[in-house]
């Protein structure tokens, strides 16, 4: 069965702490990884990740692929209170003509004052 | 660009009952998506359509389950009968296929309690 594990699955830090969250997977036909935030409502989409080793960054934000560990990170600098939300990583994969989208339970990232 | 809509934004409804969700995506894509997110987890999808065709939906659970995209547009997702543990945020996302069809939109859901 397809997995996708995320560490820690909550952390408490202080504005202008740094972080990293770590996602895990196994699946049958990897295509792409991609994290979501998501606060009280829909997952809003952070980056797409499909190559190994390439960085891409939005701001504070970046995020990395090893296809060969079969894991992802998600960094966070000089951390916001409005970065509290839940952080999703998903996997992509090819199942005949359909892309299913298979997701971790989430890290929970609290920022404190 | 307007949003992935979805109604209603809540309902309470006991066991046994019926319950309807319906969704609209972003124009112009031709992948809908209905998740289903139990607290604490992350989303699992239900179904998938490619435009009013039935994909993928070998999570559905089809004995109380259905959902249908007749025109290949708006969709709906219905329960019937449903129970306790169908208690969940519904989400539905859409996609504009290839090459980034990974990339997914997701509505604000519609939150089920069922008592």
């Known amino acids: 069965e397809d997995k996708v594990v995320q560490s820690p699955l909550s952390l408490v830090v202080h504005e202008g702490d740094t972080v990293t969250l770590n996602c895990s997977y196994e699946?049958?036909?990897?295509?792409?990884l991609l994290w979501y935030k998501q606060e009280k409502k829909a997952p809003t989409f952070l980056f797409m990740l499909?190559?190994?080793?390439i960085e891409k960054k939005s701001g504070r934000l970046s995020s990395i692929l090893d296809k060969k560990e079969l894991f992802s990170i998600l960094n966070i600098t000089a951390t916001q209170t409005g970065d509290s939300a839940v952080y999703l990583c998903a996997v992509g994969e090819d199942v005949g003509t359909a892309s299913k989208l298979t997701f971790g339970t989430g890290t929970r990232l609290q920022v404190t004052l | 660009e307007a949003g992935v809509a979805q109604s209603p934004r809540y309902k309470i409804i006991e066991k046994r009952q019926s319950v309807a969700f319906w969704c609209n995506p972003i124009s112009g894509h031709a992948t809908l998506y209905w998740y289903q997110q139990i607290l604490g987890q992350g989303p699992k999808l239900l179904i998938q359509?490619?435009?009013?065709?039935?994909?993928?939906d070998s999570q559905l659970p089809k004995d109380r389950f259905s959902a249908e995209r007749l025109k290949g547009v708006d969709s709906t997702l219905k329960i019937q009968p449903a129970k306790l543990e169908d208690s969940a945020v519904y989400l539905c996302?859409?996609?504009?296929?290839?090459?980034?069809?990974?990339?997914?939109?997701f509505g604000p859901g519609t939150r089920l309690t069922v008592l």
């Open positions: 699946v049958t036909n990897f295509r792409s």
């Open positions: 996302a859409s996609s504009r296929g290839l090459p980034r069809r990974d990339e997914q939109f």
């Open positions: 499909t190559s190994s080793g």
């Open positions: 359509f490619q435009n009013n065709g039935v994909v993928d």
